[in-house]
T-cell receptor, first 117, second 113 residues
Framework: GAVVSQHPSRVICKSGTSVKIECRSLDFQATTMFWYRQFPKKSLMLMATSNEGSKATYEQGVEKDKFLINHASLTLSTLTVTSAHPEDSSFYIC?????????????FGPGTRLTVT | KNQVEQSPQSLIILEGKNCTLQCNYTVSPFSNLRWYKQDTGRGPVSLTIMTFSENTKSNGRYTATLDADTKQSSLHITASQLSDSASYICVVSAKSSASKIIFGSGTRLSIRP
């Protein structure tokens, strides 16, 4: 099956710094990538949808200036958490989909654990 | 309002036993329903995908059913193993230009030896 990778898997940063998380589709082209965050024992919450070559669409309540998303190619999307605060500590998961195949499948990355101290 | 509700919220069973997880949805127009398994600290992994015309699909010891009329789905796990301990998430997609995807809150399954 298709593989989606995320880097880094874990990151610890100091409050006020910025952190970039990469999401890559390894063996397929992802026309659309999704970014989620997940709190302990809770389900995934969609943060934004990014389409290659265009601006991301953010869900209500998600600050686009704080969570910068770039989908520069069909295999790479990045999420940058700017001026991170402890409340941004969470598990961030990306997923990728190739709408051209129309098989409805959405492939998830392994997640990135962000801890802001 | 598009919603996906899962039950039970959590479940503990003994190794080797069977169990069934439920998913009710109000998503419309319906496109497809997927079941995912998520191990702690990992990303979700797809188990099954079902469209409107499919009412059952198996993946090894996992069997999913779909009743599009009552808008219900179930995931049946046969002969549970310790490695089945995970969260199981029901995800329903709406057929629209925005391709809205709605996540259930998941069922946390624990298998005891």
């Amino acid at each position: 099956g298709a593989v989606v990778s995320q880097h880094p898997s874990r990151v610890i940063c100091k409050s006020g710094t910025s952190v970039k998380i990469e999401c890559r589709s390894l063996d397929f082209q992802a026309t659309t990538m999704f970014w989620y965050r997940q709190f302990p024992k809770k389900s995934l919450m969609l943060m934004a949808t990014s389409n290659e070559g265009s601006k991301a669409t953010y869900e209500q309540g998600v600050e686009k200036d704080k969570f910068l998303i770039n989908h520069a190619s069909l295999t790479l999307s990045t999420l940058t958490v700017t001026s991170a605060h402890p409340e941004d500590s969470s598990f961030y998961i990306c997923s990728a989909r190739d709408f051209r195949t129309d098989n409805y499948e959405q492939y998830f990355g392994p997640g990135t654990r962000l801890t802001v101290t | 309002k598009n919603q996906v509700e899962q039950s039970p919220q959590s479940l503990i069973i003994l190794e080797g036993k069977n169990c069934t997880l439920q998913c009710n949805y109000t998503v419309s127009p319906f496109s497809n329903l997927r079941w995912y398994k998520q191990d702690t600290g990992r990303g979700p992994v797809s188990l099954t995908i079902m469209t409107f015309s499919e009412n059952t699909k198996s993946n090894g010891r996992y069997t999913a059913t779909l009743d599009a009329d009552t808008k219900q789905s179930s995931l049946h796990i046969t002969a549970s193993q310790l490695s089945d301990s995970a969260s199981y998430i029901c995800v329903v997609s709406a057929k629209s230009s925005a391709s809205k995807i709605i996540f259930g809150s998941g069922t946390r399954l624990s298998i005891r030896p």
